[in-house]
């Protein structure tokens, strides 16, 4: 039987008067599909979740911003980062929002635009540090959870598969080489003018890949059925357009599935 356009789009298209709150007998999922990408720093997750949420006009949620923004805050207020109950009040109390004009994503904290902010490099020592910590992440899931919980989402992080959202709809887990990402993170930073080593950026990336893969809340690790993708030969472009293709069979499966 073809398929209804209208039932299709109603799974793709976030804000288009979605049809499937009619259909799901859970009524949940009432904007589209959850989907998670996890992986490491500089695997290109912002670009391809960005692009990928674009396509499907879904909404895009880039959690590590929103440690970055905590972090801001934290450095800007002075909190002891080793004081819990101070850090849950100031994560669980930030006003965090996302909008994306064009092909830019802007991270609004209370208003204020801190997206060149909380890029750099001090603040990415100190996101690490402090996403360590169960009140910073006990608040932040909470919101990832609120954001995200009706669906027509594109979350990219480092525990949205395993812990946040544990049932997605579709989880990708993207990673690089070593080298590679610690290039492109160098690359980043010098095309926005702040000065760095090469050697010292890799070094950064290694000791970010093991502050987050060791820590013992949420620690970065592959979904058991998650769909592993090595951006390191691979153009944007090309990734973007294999997960695509995955996505979209899955939303093919699942309006066969109502149609049954
Ligand atoms: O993806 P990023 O480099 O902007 O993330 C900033 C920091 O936040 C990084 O050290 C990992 C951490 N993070 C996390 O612990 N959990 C997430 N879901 C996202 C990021």
Redesign the pocket.
Known sequence: MALSPTFKDGIKKRRSGSTLSKSRPSGRRVEGLIIAIDGP?GAG?STVARFLAKRLGYLYID???M??AVALKVKEKFIDTEDESALYLLASSLFITFVTEGEETHILCGGEDVTEAIRLPEI?RL??AI?KKKSVREALVQKQREMGRKGGVVLE????GTVVFPDADIKFYLDAETEERGRRRFNELVKKGVEVDFKETLEEVMQ?DH??MHRVH?PLKKAGDAVLIDSTHRSIKGVVEEMAHIVEERIEDRVKSYEL
């Not at 992080?157 to 949205?160: A, E, F, H, V």
């Open positions: 720093s997750k959690t590590g911003a440690y970055r990415s996101a690490s996403s992080g480092r525990d949205i970010r502050n987050d949420s």
